[in-house]
């Protein structure tokens, strides 16, 4: 069946390093991604999206890559601060304002 | 500027039980959407609305109701509640459908 998911259900990194978390999807007429924050007990924080139309997205310190040939997408956190620990979720939407979201990675970041 | 508010935090219900969640935005926003959240697992939408006007169904919606009252609110109602409805509710709202969703803090809702 069609899912979001996540490769790994935790990333532990040392603060400084840059960080990446993988998603896989298996929709291929998903065409917009989104990848939000979520610290503990708040709601879900929007950080980046992309469009099917492109490949790469750069914001401050993320950037998220696409490559639809394998149906995967990536975000790449550079110089990842203690502020960063938080689960991380990529959503896509199948066109039909179906969005799916991932099960989400726990980021934490080591001083 | 609020953004996405929703009451209650926290509740408790009895199997059978019925409770509206609500929820408001006051960012001028078009979209609001109902999701819930369980453990190890990402966000499922239960029920959305692209407009003022317009409710539709998500991936999970037995079990409840929605209403759009007007652009500012959107309320989930549970008409009785069921254990299997245990779960963090989290509603969210767009400019346009799925555009960046804002986040309101969550209701945890558990039915003993």
């Known amino acids: 069946g069609e899912s979001v998911g996540l490769h790994l259900p935790t990333l532990s990194v040392q603060e400084g390093d840059n960080s990446i978390i993988n998603c896989a999807y298996s929709?291929?007429?998903?065409?917009?991604f989104i990848w939000y924050k979520q610290e503990s007990g708040k709601g879900p924080q929007f950080i980046i999206d992309?469009?099917?139309?492109?490949d790469k997205r750069q914001g401050q310190r993320v950037t998220v890559l696409l490559n639809k040939t394998v149906k995967h997408l990536s975000l790449q956190i550079a110089a990842t601060q203690p502020g960063d620990s938080a689960v991380y979720f990529c959503?896509?939407?199948?066109?039909?304002?179906?969005?799916?979201f991932g099960a989400g990675t726990r980021l934490t970041v080591k001083p | 500027n609020a953004g996405v508010t929703q009451t209650p935090k926290f509740q408790v219900l009895k199997t059978g039980q019925s409770m509206t969640l609500q929820c408001a935005q006051d960012?001028?926003?078009?979209?609001m959407y109902w999701y819930r959240q369980d453990p190890g697992m990402g966000l499922r939408l239960i029920y959305y609305?692209?407009?003022?006007?317009?409710?539709d169904k998500g991936e999970v919606p037995n079990g409840y109701n929605v209403s759009r009252l007007n652009k500012r609110e959107f309320s989930l109602r549970l008409e009785s509640a069921a254990p299997s409805q245990t779960s963090v509710y989290f509603c969210?709202?767009?400019?346009?459908?799925?555009?960046?969703?804002?986040f309101g803090p969550g209701t945890r809702l558990t039915v003993l």
């Open positions: 992309i469009r099917s139309n492109m």
């Open positions: 929709n291929s007429a998903s065409d917009y």
């Open positions: 609305s692209a407009s003022e006007g317009t409710t």
């Open positions: 959503a896509g939407e199948r066109g039909n304002n179906d969005m799916r």
């Open positions: 969210a709202s767009s400019r346009q459908p799925y555009n960046e969703q804002f």
């Open positions: 960012m001028n926003h078009n979209s």
